[in-house]
C-alpha cells in the first residue's frame, strides 16, 4: 500500500528565509510523488512532481524537492520564503497508473514579514 | 494552460435538500475526473472515480447513493449530493486529466457546501 506522511503540520519562517517542508514517503514501488499548494479556499496548484527522471526535481515560484529513495523522503525546499508563500502544502504519491492521488495531512506555511 | 472548472463556487442549502456541483474541463477531453472531500484543516479524501461513458468506481465508506456522480460527456463530470445533511458540509474539489497516458492532472478551485 502506497501512503506519504507529512512530518509537520506548522511551519513558520521569516520572509527571505529557507522553507524546508517535510515529507516521507511509503510505497511499494517507484512511486509518482507530488507537491501541491493550496491557498485559503482555493483548488490545488501543482508546485512540482518526480516521476523517476532526476532525483532533484525543480517546480514553479522557486521550489524544489529531492527524491531520496534511501531516506524515502521527498522535501520540498526554497532557499527564500516570500510573503505569498503562505499557504497549505500537500505532499502527494500517485497511485499506478490510474492517477489516483493520496494525499499526506498537508503543512501550514506562515511566513513572518 | 488547461483549466478545470467547478461551479458554483459556494452553494448553501437546507437539509433534505439536493445539490448538483459541476466540473468542466474547459480546453480539453477528460476522460477521467476525480472527486475528492476536504474538511476544514484536513487533507483531501478521494471519494471517487469517474469515467466518462460509465459508472463512477467509489472508494471504501463513499455511499454512491448519495454522492451520484455522472460523467455523460468528456468535458463534463456532475457530483450531486443527495437529501443533504450538515455533516456533508465541506470543501469539494475535482480533478480531471486528460485522455492520453501522460496527460497531467488538473485541478478545479473547489465547492463549499454548507447544509444548515
Known amino acids: 500500500a502506497q501512503s506519504v506522511t507529512q512530518l509537520d503540520s506548522h511551519v513558520s519562517v521569516s520572509e527571505g528565509t529557507p522553507v524546508l517542508l517535510r515529507c516521507n514517503y511509503s510505497?511499494?514501488?517507484?512511486?509518482?510523488l507530488f507537491w501541491y499548494v493550496q491557498h485559503p479556499n482555493k483548488g490545488l496548484q501543482l508546485l512540482l512532481k518526480?516521476?523517476?527522471?532526476?532525483?532533484l526535481v525543480k517546480g514553479i515560484n522557486g521550489f524544489e524537492a529531492e527524491f531520496k529513495k534511501s531516506e524515502t523522503s521527498f522535501h520540498l525546499t526554497k532557499p527564500s520564503a516570500h510573503m505569498s508563500d503562505a499557504a497549505e502544502y500537500f505532499c502527494?504519491?500517485?497511485?499506478?497508473?490510474?492517477?489516483?492521488?493520496?494525499f499526506g495531512s498537508g503543512t501550514r506555511l506562515l511566513v513572518r514579514p | 494552460g488547461a483549466v478545470v472548472s467547478q461551479h458554483p463556487s459556494w452553494v448553501i442549502c437546507k437539509s433534505g435538500t439536493s445539490v448538483k456541483i459541476e466540473c468542466r474541463s474547459l480546453?480539453?477531453?477528460?476522460?477521467?475526473m476525480f472527486w475528492y472531500r476536504q474538511f476544514p484543516k484536513q487533507s483531501l479524501m478521494l471519494m471517487a472515480t469517474?469515467?466518462?461513458?460509465?459508472?463512477?468506481?467509489?472508494e471504501q465508506g463513499v455511499e454512491k447513493d448519495k454522492f451520484l456522480i455522472n460523467h455523460a460527456s468528456l468535458t463534463l463530470s456532475t457530483l450531486t449530493v443527495t437529501s443533504a445533511h450538515p455533516e456533508d458540509s465541506s470543501f469539494y474539489i475535482c480533478?480531471?486529466?486528460?485522455?492520453?497516458?501522460?496527460?497531467?492532472?488538473?485541478f478545479g478551485n473547489g465547492t463549499r457546501l454548507t447544509v444548515t
Open positions: 480533478s480531471a486529466r486528460g485522455p492520453s497516458y501522460n496527460s497531467p492532472l488538473h
Open positions: 510505497s511499494s514501488y517507484s512511486p509518482s
Open positions: 518526480y516521476t523517476s527522471a532526476a532525483t
Open positions: 502527494v504519491v500517485g497511485m499506478d497508473s490510474s492517477y489516483k492521488l493520496i
Open positions: 480546453d480539453f477531453q477528460a476522460t477521467t
Open positions: 469517474s469515467n466518462e461513458g460509465s459508472k463512477a468506481t467509489y
